[in-house]
């Protein structure tokens, strides 16, 4: 159930609402259905990088949608530097390929509905979409948010207190138990972090 405060920003946001086309977003999510998502990006700077890759796939009752899965490349509007490829591993010849920004923020838009987001340091990334999705919508996405970071942290916090809680998403991977898929790609990286958010989604 939404509080007072979240209604009254649902409402703001809805009557800012420029491009009526997106107002799917305020409606009543899918009972039990959420989207995890991750960004490759070309830094950690909102205001000045780009986003290169969105992954993302849905969950629903405790499981992993594998078949809602969604992986877009995006062909950056500027010149990718050598340095930044070794991280995010994107090869100029696969971004060559890649779609505008526009085209993928429509698209991620379309996929996730009104479902809450789920990420690990979902600020970043949900700052990097509504960079784009606020000049063509008139607002940022309304969406629930859930930081899986966050999730892990309360519940090892009760178990350790005032103990040191190792938040690097390979050792929340390890510590729960979870497969690891190696790679960090926007897609594997959104998988691995609906396996974290599933199995901490019952200590909600």
Known sequence: MKTFLEKVKLYY?????KN??????????????????????TGLNPKVDDILSIGAIKTKNNEILLKERFYVIVKPE?????ETIKIHGLRKKDLESGVP????????????GSRPLVGYYLEFDVAMINKYFKKMSGITLPNKHIEVSALYYD???????????DLRFDSIIKDLDLPSFGKHDALNDAIMTA??????????
Do not use: C, M, S
């Open 78 to 82: 500027r010149e990718i530097e050598e």
């Open 155 to 165: 519940q090892k916090i009760g178990l350790i207190p005032q103990g040191f809680v």
């Open 195 to 204: 396996l974290i958010f599933l199995k901490l989604k019952p200590k909600i």
């Open 20 to 41: 009526q086309k997106y107002k799917f977003l305020f409606e009543e999510p899918p009972e039990d259905e959420y989207v995890a998502f991750d960004t490759e990006t």
């Open 101 to 112: 920004i526009e085209e993928a923020i429509d698209k991620f838009v379309h996929f996730i």
């Open 13 to 17: 946001k809805k009557k800012n609402l």
